[in-house]
């Protein structure tokens, strides 16, 4: 038995049995994440608030899940190397407030960074990798955003490898996120290392602006759509998604643009992150984020990721196939002002060489749902005729008859 123990160990220090957790994140991950809206401004009361809010408005009915700490809840580490939580802003400790967060039937995530600092200059876990996945385990931590600031000569593969093998080591199943923000493709050795990859820099919340921070920009959430490209589509599927970021739905923008925001990333089959304050949301914004007819297209257990069909006068249309011979259809306004459209199913060829799914609309019929009104729309056999208010969205769920 001793014996059986010390080759076991072995081999999971020279890796022979390391991998990434399997089946975390067979649908895109829902849940909440502290930087869009308090960044280095977050303690353990607004966590405790967060995880009560996220029950209350319905959102965990709704399938959220993570309440993630970003960046700055650190402290130091001591005299062996261990990293402890900022005694003032956590005095509680990382064990309690996941022990907390557990209570509330939601999983607690946690931030660090490849490099040696994170990107709000707290300690990173470059050459810590291993004694930070331990802690992380004896917390209770259920999810790792691992961020690639201040990794000086690092190769990102490499790195991220390095962290999903002391996770695996550590021995609790952690969802792994890579935030390397897309620069060394992720997209192509993400799978077998992380749930979740970043493919931009960081969102904004606005419909369609940069923010220019010298030697960064950060984007609205059209520019993050079109940094989308087709071939990312893919790489994407159960248990390892590309991600566009977290949301902005309820940081400011109006409620036609956080429709338009929350239904694309939807028709993406995007991590479902939220990034506003839970404790003071709009009904508006809580219709929005818990809309399940919509949270149902981007949780598809089909696990295929939308495309766009075409493009004319600001007006885009983009169709997701689903299971059980299902379509999405989302129409997305982007111009200022309102635009109609006219689409005659009979005579339009949708088709997806991804999933090998044609909607044969000359010879199918599909009946329509409204996702945004939750009313019927009629069916495929009549022209669509409708105008879609500036920066919304039409959302429709296709089922044959």
């Given at each position: 038995m001793k014996r059986t123990l010390l080759l076991l160990a072995c081999a999971i220090a020279t890796n022979v049995y390391a991998q990434k957790f399997d089946g975390l994140a067979l649908t895109p991950p829902m849940g909440w994440n502290s930087w869009n809206h308090f960044a280095c401004e977050v303690n353990e009361q607004i966590i405790r608030e967060t995880a009560d809010a996220m029950v209350a408005s319905g959102m965990k009915d709704a399938g959220y899940l993570y309440i993630n700490i970003d960046d700055c809840w650190h402290g130091e580490r001591d005299s062996l190397g261990f990293i402890h939580p900022h005694p003032e802003h956590f005095p509680s400790g990382m064990k309690a407030l996941a022990d907390y967060v557990h209570s509330k039937g939601l999983k607690l995530g946690i931030y660090s960074d490849a490099g040696w600092k994170t990107c709000g200059s707290r300690p990173g876990s470059r050459g810590r990798e291993f004694q930070d996945a331990q802690t992380y385990a004896s917390w209770g931590v259920d999810y790792l955003k691992y961020d690639w600031c201040n990794t000086e000569a690092l190769n990102a593969e490499g790195a991220y490898l390095t962290m999903r093998d002391a996770l695996y080591a550590a021995g609790r199943p952690i969802v792994f996120s890579l935030c390397e923000w897309g620069n060394n493709q992720p997209w192509e050795w993400g799978k077998k290392i992380g749930h979740l990859w970043r493919t931009t820099g960081d969102i904004t919340n606005c419909f369609d602006c940069?923010?220019?921070?010298?030697?960064?920009?950060?984007?609205?959430?059209?520019?993050?759509?079109?940094?989308?490209?087709?071939?990312?589509?893919?790489?994407?599927?159960?248990?390892?998604?590309?991600?566009?970021?977290?949301?902005?739905?309820?940081?400011?923008?109006?409620?036609?643009?956080?429709?338009?925001?929350?239904?694309?990333?939807?028709?993406?089959?995007?991590?479902?992150?939220?990034?506003?304050?839970?404790?003071?949301?709009?009904?508006?914004?809580?219709?929005?984020?818990?809309?399940?007819?919509?949270?149902?297209?981007?949780?598809?257990?089909?696990?295929?990721?939308?495309?766009?069909?075409?493009?004319?006068?600001?007006?885009?249309?983009?169709?997701?196939?689903l299971?059980?011979?299902?379509?999405?259809?989302?129409?997305?306004?982007?111009?200022?002002?309102?635009?109609?459209?006219?689409?005659?199913?009979?005579?339009?060829?949708?088709?997806?060489?991804?999933?090998?799914?044609?909607?044969?609309?000359?010879?199918?019929?599909?009946?329509?749902?409204?996702?945004?009104?939750?009313?019927?729309?009629?069916?495929?056999?009549?022209?669509?005729?409708?105008?879609?208010?500036?920066?919304d969205v039409l959302m429709l769920r296709l089922r044959k008859m």
């Open positions: 940069v923010v220019d921070h010298g030697a960064w920009k950060s984007w609205g959430v059209t520019y993050i759509l079109d940094m989308q490209k087709p071939f990312l589509r893919n790489h994407a599927g159960p248990d390892h998604w590309n991600d566009p970021d977290m949301m902005e739905v309820g940081n400011g923008m109006s409620v036609n643009e956080d429709r338009a925001h929350f239904s694309m990333w939807c028709m993406l089959a995007a991590p479902l992150i939220a990034g506003n304050d839970l404790r003071k949301m709009t009904k508006e914004t809580v219709d929005i984020l818990t809309n399940r007819e919509v949270i149902a297209v981007d949780q598809d257990s089909l696990g295929i990721q939308g495309f766009k069909y075409s493009a004319k006068d600001s007006v885009e249309i983009w169709f997701k196939p299971a059980k011979g299902d379509w999405a259809m989302c129409v997305l306004n982007r111009s200022r002002a309102p635009q109609k459209i006219s689409f005659d199913w009979k005579t339009e060829a949708v088709a997806d060489s991804l999933s090998g799914r044609d909607a044969n609309f000359a010879t199918t019929t599909y009946r329509l749902r409204n996702l945004w009104t939750k009313k019927d729309a009629g069916n495929t056999k009549k022209t669509l005729n409708a105008t879609v208010p500036s920066h």
